[in-house]
Every structure is written in C-alpha cells, then in structure tokens.
C-alpha cells in the first residue's frame, strides 16, 4: 500500500496495552491518563480524543500492524484520500 494513510485511536476503548507504542514509539504515545494518543509529525501529541495524524510512509506497515494486533480494537488506519479504513475494527 502507497497511498498517504491517517491514523486515530478510541480512547474510549483503549486498553493501555502499549503494542502500538512498541510497533511505532513515532506514531503513539501514552498521555498521563495511561491511554495512548497519536502524534503529529513534528513528535507533538495530539491530546484530543480522536485526532488524527498522518502516517510516515517508512511506518506505514508498523501502523497497520498495531491496529490489527490492538487488543482493544481502537486503532482506525484510514486512507488520507476517501477516509475508508484499512485497518482496525471497521476495516473489511
């Protein structure tokens, strides 16, 4: 998959697991509320419940790869151009 991808956690279903954070520590990070939050492409997290960040192309398949092992299914991988999910929970 080359095209520009976007990813968004549901806070609400988080677990604190950490598999995102290990897969891509660039993309995801845990915020003081022990729940992870996605980054912007300067490192800045996007503290806001469902923001959204693109997705470096070198990470593309480290990100796809934490939505399909999330164990709280809250990592939406969709496509920057029609918004349709490639990998999480809504993803055919």
Same mark, same amino acid.
């Given at each position: 998959?080359?095209? %520009?991808?976007? !990813?968004? *956690?549901?806070? +609400?279903?988080?677990?604190?697991?950490?598999?995102?954070?290990?897969?891509?520590? =660039? !993309? $995801?990070? $845990?915020? !003081? +509320?022990?729940?992870?939050? !996605?980054?912007?492409?300067?490192?800045?997290?996007? &503290? #806001? %419940?469902?923001?959204?960040?693109?997705? %470096?192309?070198?990470?593309?398949?480290?990100? *796809? #790869? #934490?939505?399909? =092992?999330? %164990?709280? +299914?809250? *990592?939406?991988?969709?496509?920057?151009?029609?918004?349709? =999910?490639? &990998?999480?929970?809504?993803?055919?």
């Amino acid at each position: 998959m080359s095209e %520009p991808l976007s !990813v968004w *956690i549901e806070q +609400d279903l988080c677990t604190g697991d950490g598999l995102c954070v290990q897969y891509a520590p =660039e !993309v $995801f990070e $845990f915020d !003081v +509320d022990g729940l992870a939050y !996605v980054k912007d492409s300067c490192g800045a997290l996007l &503290a #806001s %419940p469902g923001a959204r960040a693109n997705v %470096p192309p070198e990470l593309r398949l480290d990100v *796809i #790869s #934490s939505a399909d =092992e999330c %164990p709280g +299914d809250c *990592i939406h991988v969709v496509r920057a151009a029609d918004d349709v =999910e490639v &990998a999480g929970p809504d993803a055919s």
